[in-house]
């Protein structure tokens, strides 16, 4: 799809079963706009002679060593969590039992 056409934004809304606002409308219709021609510019990079990833293939850019490091405090990560349960992060549930 060209980034000129006009994207049905109500029919995307609905297959990704979204509730959209009608004033949210226009200001979704203008970004998907912006994405699909940032899709269509990267579309038009010569690729030619670029071999595909691969894990097998030697890396281009050192990594760094692969050592055991001192674990990260407890406490500062404990510190900035939103939430704590003991000395755990709490996270609110999102699957139903």
Same mark, same amino acid.
């Given at each position: 799809?060209a980034?000129?056409?006009?994207?049905?934004?109500?029919a995307?809304?609905?297959?990704?079963?979204?509730?959209?606002?009608?004033?949210?409308?226009?200001?979704?219709? +203008?970004?998907?706009?912006? /994405?699909?021609?940032?899709?269509?510019?990267?579309q038009? /990079?010569? /690729?030619?002679?670029?071999?595909?990833?691969?894990?097998?293939?030697?890396?281009?850019?050192?990594? +760094?060593?692969?050592?055991?490091?001192?674990?990260?405090?407890?406490?500062? /990560?404990l510190?900035?969590?939103?939430?704590v349960?003991?000395?755990?992060v709490?996270v609110?549930?999102?699957?139903?039992?």
């Amino acid at each position: 799809m060209a980034a000129t056409e006009s994207v049905d934004v109500a029919a995307l809304a609905q297959l990704a079963r979204l509730s959209l606002e009608a004033h949210d409308a226009e200001t979704v219709a +203008r970004q998907l706009g912006e /994405i699909l021609a940032h899709l269509e510019t990267l579309q038009a /990079i010569d /690729i030619d002679g670029v071999l595909p990833w691969s894990p097998d293939a030697p890396a281009s850019a050192p990594l +760094r060593s692969d050592v055991a490091e001192a674990p990260l405090d407890r406490a500062a /990560i404990l510190a900035g969590a939103p939430a704590v349960d003991g000395e755990l992060v709490a996270v609110p549930r999102f699957v139903d039992t």
